[in-house]
Antibody, heavy 123, light 107 residues
Framework: EVQLVESGGVLVEPGGSLRLSCAAS????????MSWVRQAPGKGLEWVGR??????????DYAAPVKGRFTISRDDSKNTLYLQMNSLKTEDTAVYYC??????????????WGQGTLVTVSS | DIQMTQSPSSLSASVGDRVTITCRAS??????LAWYQQKPGKAPKLLIY???TLQSGVPSRFSGSGSGTDFTLTISSLQPEDVATYYC?????????FGPGAKVDIK
């Protein structure tokens, strides 16, 4: 059974930094393309970005609102996905979900989701 | 970037009713369209991918259709457990934009 467990969400001040983690199990993490999706309170879903598997280049893509501030990385030895968030803004306040998928143009899109972790950006 | 719209934004229907939600892409996306269901306080769940393929374990009362720019999610007989918000998402290429959502509840 696929399990994705996010952690690291806290209250942080505007301009601050935070790193979220997503521990994965139940599938071959090193082969998986992975994504982050967020949801502001009472709002819809917003795709944040994705990272390819290392065998497919390990490169990343980001949504425009976070490009240049957020960085997705992975540690295949620990089966863990990361989201480094810098220069945080109040509008980054959201529940952040880790998901499998994000390959694009093939497959199921975002098949499996974690339970989410809440990031609050406020002074 | 390709924009996604959905209609209606909310609807109320009776148990047993047929419910239809539409999703439109601003440019053609072939059949790279997924539908997700999100119940209050829960993570989203993949229902349908490739516009019409039911994800494993999803009840057969859910179906999807469409290609190009216009897509439809249909619930053939609405059940109380289907109360949720439904999102479409395009995944032909990044960014993988979601529609704004359609909230379904019971009349």
């Amino acid at each position: 059974e696929v399990q994705l467990v996010e952690s690291g969400g806290v209250l942080v001040e505007p301009g601050g930094s935070l790193r979220l983690s997503c521990a994965a199990s139940g599938f071959t993490f090193s082969n998986a393309w992975m994504s982050w999706v967020r949801q502001a309170p009472g709002k819809g879903l917003e795709w944040v970005g994705r990272i390819k598997s290392k065998t497919d280049g390990g490169t990343t893509d980001y949504a425009a609102p976070v490009k240049g501030r957020f960085t997705i990385s992975r540690d295949d030895s620990k089966n863990t996905l990361y989201l480094q968030m810098n220069s945080l803004k109040t509008e980054d306040t959201a529940v952040y979900y880790c998901t499998t998928g994000g390959r694009g143009g093939v497959g199921t899109s975002l098949a499996d989701w974690g339970q989410g972790t809440l990031v609050t950006v406020s002074s | 970037d390709i924009q996604m719209t959905q209609s209606p934004s909310s609807l109320s229907a009776s148990v047993g009713d047929r419910v239809t939600i539409t999703c439109r892409a601003s440019q053609g996306i072939s059949n790279y369209l997924a539908w997700y269901q999100q119940k209050p306080g829960k993570a989203p769940k993949l229902l349908i991918y490739a516009a019409s393929t039911l994800q494993s374990g999803v009840p057969s009362r859910f179906s999807g259709s469409g290609s190009g720019t216009d897509f439809t999610l249909t619930i053939s007989s609405l059940q109380p457990e289907d109360v949720a918000t439904y999102y479409c998402q395009k995944y032909i290429s990044a960014p993988f934009t979601f529609g704004p959502g359609a909230k379904v509840d019971i009349k």
